[in-house]
Structure formats: structure tokens, C-alpha cells
């Protein structure tokens, strides 16, 4: 699949998400503004609506584009399509450190990297550059790659980096006067509701969802840095938590409530019981972060 393909598909899965928190009969943005929701060219805008209109989701007269009724999971292409090259890379490079267990201090040589992941040396080279900034991987005084690890040290900076950004997302989220926000909320709602009343098996669907709702709460923010921060965080989290099987139904189903109490208190606009639900879910989280490393 060509990447024009990939990034036309993640163009209309990311339009889909965000339809899913409207309401048939709004209007939806410029293609302007929708070129920014989306992070893409304005043509690739125009393919993704001529397509939202061919499966019957939108009207698309000139310039007005009216919302006729909301997607279907069916509407949505499956992810590895939808998935960009270096985001897959990313993927499998966390799956990849967590299976493998690796030390502190493993050097990672991009050639052996490359053939494990089953992508060119290339993009290896801007995968681990990417990963340097926040401190998982670093160069040392012979140029060679170098992983620093999921220490308990890297968890705690993590969550302590966390609670600044997404606290400050969440702040201006409560300030903000966008009806938007409050439909995605009552969105949020429903599929906590609905995932917490099926089995456990059911469970597998947490993580896309806790992703999904920390993005509402990064979006408030309007600051595409939150919004890289937020990708980055949920990734390194999730693959993390995947390899602590311990009690993770329960802590899965804990965190749901959690958030359901910070979604309820931000729909009744007691701000006050929001922030205060907002604090010791990032409490609760980075003790599981902690935990999960100290288990493994």
C-alpha cells in the first residue's frame, strides 16, 4: 500500500472520530480547519470527504457539509491500514524492547534493529531518533545507540512530565466555554458504560479507549506539542502495561470508574470534583506504571 494510500485512510479514520462527537445535522468545519484536525493537506481533505459522502455519512453541497447520521465501526478501515510507516515502526520497536526484556545499557545497532523489526535501517535511524529527546534511548561518547530502559527512575520523570502537561490540558478544558467538549464527554460516557458492563474478555478494548479519552482532555489544550506528548505517553504506557498481567481486569475496570468519575463531573460542571477525580487518576496511574516495572 503506497503511503499516499495510508495517510488518506488515517485521514478518514481520524474524520470519523471526530463525527462520532457530533450530532446528525451539524455542520463541520472548513476544509481549513478540518486540514488542521486532521494534520493533512487540503487535498487529502477533499479525498476523505468525497468518501465520507460515497458511504452516505455527510452531505457535501459547495462549501456546507452537513453531518446525516453517525459512523458504524463499519466505517472505520482496520488499523495496520490506517497506521503510517514510522508509527508501525514505533509499535513494533516498543513490543520489541518490552518482549525482549533488554538491560540497561544494551546497544542497539541499527542494522540488527532493522532486521528484527523488518523495516529499513533508515527509518531504524529516525525511529531511535525520535525516542532520544525523552531520554528511553541516547548516543554515547563512541556514537553508538544506547538503551537507557523502562527504570523505575524513566517512570517516575514520565509521571511527573505527564502531570504537568495533561495537567494543564485538563485546566484549560474546564475553562473552556466549547459545547464540543461536553459531547465528546457525554461520548466518553456512553462507551465507559458500555465497556465496563461487558466481561472481562471485553477488557483488550481498554486501552483505545483510555487513549481516546486522554486525547479529548490533550486536545483541550489546542497545542499540537500536547497532542505529540499525548501519542507518545499512550504508547509507552499501554506496551507497558501489557507485559504486567497481574490483576489487570481489575485495574483496567478501576481506571474506567476513575474515569467515569472525572467525565461525569466535568458534564455537571462541578469543576472542583473534577479536578480533584482528574488528580487521583494521574495518582493511580503512575503508581501502576511504577509497579508494572518493578514486576517485570
Same mark, same amino acid.
Given at each position: ?33 478540518? +486540514?488542521?484536525? @486532521? ?5 487529502? &481533505? %477533499?479525498?476523505? =470527504? ?5 458511504? $452516505? #455519512? !455527510? ?54 534493529? +532493522?532486521?528484527? @523489526? ?5 527509518? &531504524? %535511524?529516525?525511529? =531511535? ?5 525523552? $531520554? #528511553? !534511548? ?57 465497556? @465496563? ?100
Amino acid at each position: 500500500m503506497s503511503r499516499g494510500q495510508q495517510t488518506f485512510k488515517l485521514g478518514v479514520n481520524t474524520a470519523l472520530a471526530h463525527l462520532a462527537t457530533l450530532q446528525p445535522g451539524d455542520r463541520l468545519g472548513s476544509e481549513a480547519a478540518l +486540514a488542521e484536525l @486532521l494534520q493533512t493537506s487540503r487535498t487529502t &481533505v %477533499r479525498a476523505v =470527504l468525497k468518501h465520507l459522502a460515497d458511504i $452516505g #455519512l !455527510i452531505e457535501w453541497l459547495g462549501r456546507d457539509k452537513i453531518l446525516r447520521r453517525l459512523p458504524d465501526p463499519v466505517d472505520f478501515f482496520p488499523k495496520p491500514e490506517a497506521t503510517l510507516p514510522a508509527d508501525l515502526a514505533e509499535e513494533r520497536f516498543l513490543e520489541w524492547v518490552m518482549r525482549s526484556d533488554l538491560a540497561p545499557g544494551t546497544v542497539l545497532r541499527e542494522v540488527e534493529v +532493522a532486521r528484527i @523489526l523488518s523495516v529499513p535501517v533508515p527509518q &531504524v %535511524r529516525e525511529l =531511535l531518533i525520535r525516542f532520544e529527546p525523552n $531520554g #528511553l !534511548i541516547e548516543k554515547n561518547t563512541h556514537k553508538n545507540w544506547v538503551l537507557n530502559g523502562f527504570t523505575a527512575q524513566f517512570a517516575t520523570e514520565l509521571a511527573d512530565m505527564r502531570a504537568l502537561i495533561e495537567g494543564e490540558a485538563f485546566a484549560r478544558l474546564l475553562a473552556s466555554q466549547d459545547a464540543g467538549i461536553l459531547r465528546q464527554m457525554a461520548e466518553m460516557e456512553r462507551l465507559h458504560i458500555a465497556l @465496563l458492563a461487558r466481561e472481562d474478555a471485553a477488557m483488550s478494548e481498554f486501552p483505545a479507549l483510555d487513549a481516546a479519552f486522554h486525547r479529548v482532555i490533550f486536545a483541550a489544550a489546542q497545542n499540537r506539542f500536547f497532542d505529540e506528548f499525548a501519542q507518545r505517553i499512550s504508547l509507552i504506557v499501554h506496551y507497558h502495561y501489557q507485559w504486567n498481567k497481574c490483576d489487570e481486569q481489575v485495574r483496567n475496570r478501576a481506571a474506567l470508574r476513575e474515569h467515569l468519575q472525572i467525565i461525569r463531573a466535568c458534564l455537571v460542571g462541578d469543576k472542583a470534583l473534577a479536578r480533584q477525580a482528574f488528580v487521583t487518576h494521574l495518582e493511580t496511574a503512575r503508581r501502576t506504571l511504577v509497579a508494572s516495572i518493578s514486576t517485570r
